[in-house]
């Protein structure tokens, strides 16, 4: 279990700010084995600042991470996988070095190196290109060679950054299945992203942060049931007046009259939709994690 | 420590295989070939062709044993004029009494037929004068010439390697801080091993252009003959040169990487090593200064405060023989020196090298943590 609880950090700096930025204001939650956790909230909420300082790059002024229950130190760290924000290669270096050398900074032996780095370069389709220089490659394979630095010493725990942006819809896919294999092999996984469906579609659990402070964490079920369900009623051609006296608003959209509401009696709002015209549609809506997003940091 | 020397071994490979490094070695072997050979070429021993007009031939031989002397007669003094003019002899004498050349005389041929026909005319009087003989009471000065001439290469040989090699590490640096490379990197390694094996790797490239220079310079000397006129003690001194060089690169390859850690662009680099180029090159003139003074008061000085002691020192001791406790004392202060700047240059990459964007000042990172 990788567990980070009350982390605080404070960049000093700032004109307008004379004791400085706060950045993390005691942000915690823990991640389990085979977990993968989406990290969501506003573009300068915390989240990269808390990657890098589980990823030890930053130091907390409080606050601690700890991994199976012990605090994380730099040997705990060498079998990590990270993949900052801000993407970096050596551009002049080839692809096989490239991975290799990473391989061997994240503690493999030479032989071991280079074996993770033939299986990964074969499973990422790059094997034609592994003497090539990585600024000879387009975009999308350098973000392939980026994944196979984070993967190559076949980690214990996966930290990525905003892996999925600037992927086109088939890279993100393979990137999705790269993680879910990783996964389903117990590793907790982490990754932050502003796509909301994505991240709804591939997290087990999901931590909404703002100003520093986790403000929702939990699978997107439980957030789903926190959140109070409303229910949507379509009519075609009702008859006019049929809503009035129900809860709720109605909007119309040419013939279909929609009914919104979050109480009233469901049944007799059925009946009444019934009597009124054709209904359509008639169910319990559940939040979209944009919505639940939007509510929580608002 | 293993963290190290993955980040050195990662310099040295990458750089090696460069056409820049390649070419840049293939240079200056070249180079270092040629000046071991110039004197060969162009100094040689000095030769003259003189010619008689009714005159016996002067015994320069005696006088003059390293000059390769060819004599010609000529029937009459008009003949040897047109000679000299056209150039095929550098000087006639006629009748035994005069000389004649095309403009004034070579001063060193002039001096030597003055006093070899003084002696022969003495000689055939009967009268016999002892050479003076020469004898220095104070140091030995045989070699002075030599030992200038070995320190002036050294001091240029120093400065173009420290500098080339501390661009070096600069470029490296920013190259690491502006792909942000340098964060995953420091998610598996300390700061300092990164800072480390970045500039021990560039220090063992500087050191293989060193040991080339040197190899093929010994080599040639050899092969030149020029080795002949070498003071003793070349290998000592070639040690100490090593010594010199690394303890000087580590002082100013650790500046230059703690002051490009402030900056993200490598277009910036160069203005932001401004002070320590500056500083680099005043050593460099100073140490160049002391080639021609090595026993004044300014090179003897600044050959113990550090990091002009890193160039100054050598060239004292290439130019004249220092006495060992003053290499130490001076040693150990660059020492201590290069200690506190891998201690100051540590901090301030550790705490600039993530905080990519604007340049950074210097006395912000100092204040902040």
């Known amino acids: 279990m990788l567990e980070i609880s009350e982390l605080r950090k404070r960049f000093a700096g700032g004109p307008d700010t004379p004791n400085g930025k706060v950045a993390l204001d005691g942000i915690g939650f823990s991640v389990r084995p085979g977990e993968m956790f989406g990290f969501v909230g506003a573009n300068g909420a915390g989240k990269t600042t808390t990657m890098r300082i589980v990823m030890g790059v930053l130091q907390a002024d409080s ?7 012990k605090p994380l130190g730099y040997d705990e760290r060498q079998r990590f996988g990270y993949m900052p924000e801000e993407r970096g290669l050596y551009q002049k270096m080839r692809v096989a070095e490239q991975i290799e050398y990473f391989g061997r900074l994240h503690g493999l032996g030479p032989a071991e190196a280079k074996k993770a780095t033939d299986d990964l370069l074969e499973r990422l389709g790059l094997t034609e290109r592994r003497g090539d220089a990585v600024q000879a490659l387009s975009l999308g394979n350098q973000q392939r060679v980026q994944l196979a630095v984070a993967l190559v010493h076949d980690p214990e725990v996966l930290i990525l950054d905003e892996p999925f942006s600037g992927l086109d819809p088939i890279a993100v896919d393979a990137l999705a299945t790269a993680l879910q294999e990783r996964c389903r092999g117990g590793v907790p996984v982490i990754f932050s992203s502003h796509q909301l469906e994505l991240v709804e579609r591939l997290c087990d659990s999901v931590g909404i942060v703002s100003a520093g402070r986790m403000v929702a964490t939990g699978t997107v079920a439980d957030l789903r049931a926190a959140e109070s369900n409303s229910l949507r009623v379509v009519v075609r051609n009702p008859a006019p007046g049929w809503a009035d006296g129900l809860p709720g608003t109605v909007t119309v959209a040419g013939d279909r009259h929609t009914l919104r509401t979050d109480d009233g009696d469901d049944q007799e709002i059925l009946r009444r939709a019934m009597k009124a015209g054709h209904v359509e549609h008639f169910g319990i809506e559940q939040p979209t ?8 940091v608002a | 420590m293993n963290g190290l020397m993955l980040v050195a071994r990662r310099e040295i490979t990458t750089q090696i295989r460069t056409k820049g490094f390649v070419i840049g070695l293939l240079i200056t072997a070249l180079l270092v070939a040629a000046v071991s050979f110039a004197p060969k070429i162009f100094g040689g021993p000095t030769s003259y062709t003189l010619g ?12 003059a044993p390293d000059a390769e002397v060819t004599w010609r007669s000529f029937p009459d003094e008009n003949a040897a004029k047109k000679a000299v003019l056209a150039g095929d002899v550098d000087a006639v004498l006629v009748n035994g009494t005069k000389v004649i050349s095309d403009g004034e005389i070579d001063s060193q041929l002039g001096v030597l037929l003055q006093s070899v026909n003084k002696e022969s005319r003495l000689g055939a009087a009967g009268v016999s004068i002892p050479l003076l003989r020469m004898e220095s009471v104070g140091a030995d000065t045989r070699y002075e010439a030599a030992r200038a001439g070995i320190a002036v290469v050294l001091v240029l040989l120093l400065f173009m390697l420290l500098m080339s090699q501390v661009v070096m590490v600069a470029m490296g640096v920013v190259e690491e801080k502006g792909s942000r490379i340098v964060e995953i990197l420091l998610s598996t390694v300390r ?3 990164l800072l480390g094996g970045k500039i021990v790797g560039l220090g063992v490239l500087g050191l293989i252009n060193l040991a ?6 010994l080599l040639g000397a050899v092969a030149s003959g020029l080795a002949a006129d070498f003071p003793p003690g070349i290998p000592g001194l070639l040690a100490g040169v090593l010594v010199w060089f690394v303890l000087g690169y580590a002082f100013f390859a650790t500046l230059s ?3 490009a850690s402030l900056v993200s662009r490598q277009e910036e680099v160069n203005t932001v090593l401004t002070p320590l180029t500056m500083l680099l090159m005043v050593t460099y003139f100073v140490a160049f200064y002391a080639t021609s003074e090595p026993t004044g008061t300014l090179a003897t000085v600044l050959s113990y405060v550090p990091p002009f002691s890193s160039m100054i020192m050598p060239i ?5 023989e220092v006495p060992l406790w003053q290499v130490g004392v001076s040693m150990a202060a660059m020492v201590v020196a290069v200690l506190v700047v891998l201690s100051f240059g540590a901090t301030v990459y550790q705490r600039a090298v993530l905080r990519t964007g604007a340049r950074l000042k210097l006395g912000d990172v100092l204040r902040t943590r």
């Open chain 2, 52 to 63: 008689t007009v009714n005159s016996q031939q002067l015994p320069l031989q005696a006088a």
């Open chain 2, 212 to 217: 080339t220079i040197a190899v093929v310079g």
């Open chain 1, 63 to 69: 606050g601690s991470v700890t991994w199976q229950g």
């Open chain 1, 289 to 296: 994690l944009t919505e639940i997003f939007k509510e929580a």
């Open chain 2, 191 to 193: 700061p300092w091993q």
């Open chain 2, 316 to 320: 004292r001791m290439a130019a004249v």
């Open chain 2, 257 to 259: 990487a703690a002051l």
